[in-house]
């Protein structure tokens, strides 16, 4: 039985006259749903493209873009640079979690990594980020990848869909000083990175959640370590980071009483971070996302000397000042919610209110600089295509991005 044709109940089967009608004809048969539920989504998808206001530059840049006019899907820009060129088109997998952890044998949709990187090589991905190497058992190569075995059968895969691995959100020792079984198993993720030739790996966390500099002092101590372990193996060890990173260090003032500071020069913790670790040996991946969540939460602090400053974060100034530290993005969008306490919801990327033009034309490096698609909550309960559904309209609006003219 194929699993990319699964007809509902208001549509014929596939045939040369419907494939011929459209990309999206197509994928709307793969998906396995209504022709009247498919459009309803990708209007809906297309109409927030075009009407989000502009939210998340720096408010200088926003400002700017709101007297130009400014729009993020489909459409706009056309005629200027590509800001994402078609070899850097990447999608973390985590996106698809749903489809992968399918079981094959009860549904007619993709399923399993064989059958997933087949669908996102069909929309014009061509690079891929892992979030773990688990499967549903039933799915070729069964339940657990992460092995020699199982990485050959990736990079196998991969390379029949003209996909390349960028990075996985695998294993970071928790411990310091590290332990020899830590150590042991971190080697053993360096092993399947190198067996799937991808360049980069790193987690999904931060190197600490404390708010203070001894704390971060440690976590440098150990990504330096480690950095230089994936260093020799060819492999670039790379943090994700969250909104909290982003947060102000605790560095000075009055201490509290357990003796810690509890007041900040203004340094945000992850620019600490970046200033005491060392740049040939550890890398980052900013969600851009959380950074303009960030943005939004972080944007005040006590100074030593008791004072309220004003400090607002910027994120693509961040990542210019640091460009080559930044080899991999996530490019997860969010509409403008003021009452969510994080100031955005999660949206297909393209379709919210994150001025990726901005973004990326400010960053530049374009041939430097990995995007992959994210989106938290694509996966559905009710809607067992929708996170592939997403991943299609994220790529699309990738793919539209243009430089703004002068």
Avoid at 230 to 259: S, V
Avoid at 365 to 392: C, I, W
Wanted: proline letters at 6%.
């Amino acid at each position: 039985m194929s699993h990319f044709s699964h007809p509902s109940q208001d549509d014929s089967p596939l045939t040369d006259a419907a494939a011929a009608a459209g990309p999206d004809e197509a994928l709307r048969r793969r998906l396995g749903i209504g022709r009247r539920r498919f459009l309803s989504t990708c209007t809906a998808a297309a109409g927030a493209a075009v009407a989000a206001p502009v939210f998340g530059a720096s408010p200088a840049f926003a400002a700017q873009d709101a007297a130009r006019g400014h729009g993020h899907g489909k459409g706009h820009g056309q005629g200027g640079q590509v800001l994402v060129p078609a070899h850097k088109r990447g999608i973390i997998l985590y996106t698809v979690r749903d489809a992968t952890g399918r079981d094959p044998l009860s549904t007619d949709l993709p399923s399993g990594f064989r059958e997933v990187f087949k669908e996102l090589s069909r929309y014009g991905y061509r690079q891929v980020e892992f979030a773990g190497y688990g499967q549903h058992p039933n799915a070729p190569g069964g339940a657990d990848l992460g092995t020699v075995k199982g990485a050959r059968l990736l990079r196998g895969w991969l390379e029949d869909c003209g996909l390349r691995a960028q990075g996985n959100h695998g294993f970071i020792p928790p411990s310091w000083p590290l332990t020899k079984s830590d150590l042991d198993t971190f080697k053993q993720h360096l092993e399947i990175a190198n067996i799937l030739g991808m360049p980069h790996m790193g987690t999904g966390g931060d190197p600490t959640g404390s708010s203070y500099r001894a704390d971060w002092d440690i976590a440098a101590e150990k990504w330096n370590t480690l950095g230089e372990i994936a260093r020799r193996e060819g492999i670039k060890l790379y943090t994700h980071n969250h909104d909290a990173a982003y947060g102000f260090l605790l560095d000075g003032g009055p201490l509290d009483d357990q003796g810690r500071p509890t007041r900040s020069s203004g340094i945000r913790k992850l620019e600490y971070f970046l200033k005491v670790t060392d740049p040939k040996l550890v890398w980052l991946e900013m969600d851009i996302f959380w950074a303009h969540v960030a943005q939004y939460k972080f944007h005040t602090y006590t100074a030593h000397d008791g004072t309220r400053r004003k400090k607002v974060f910027d994120p693509a100034g961040l990542v210019a000042r640091h460009n080559k530290r930044y080899p991999l993005f996530h490019a997860k969008d969010g509409t403008h919610n003021e009452t969510s306490g994080m100031g955005y919801d999660m949206a297909p990327f393209g379709t919210g209110d994150i001025d990726y033009r901005t973004f990326f034309s400010r960053v530049g490096e374009r041939n430097y600089h990995n995007p992959m698609v994210e989106q938290d909550n694509a996966p559905s309960s009710t809607d067992a295509g929708q996170s592939l559904r997403f991943a299609k309209i994220g790529y699309d609006n990738m793919a539209a991005l243009r430089k703004r003219r002068c």
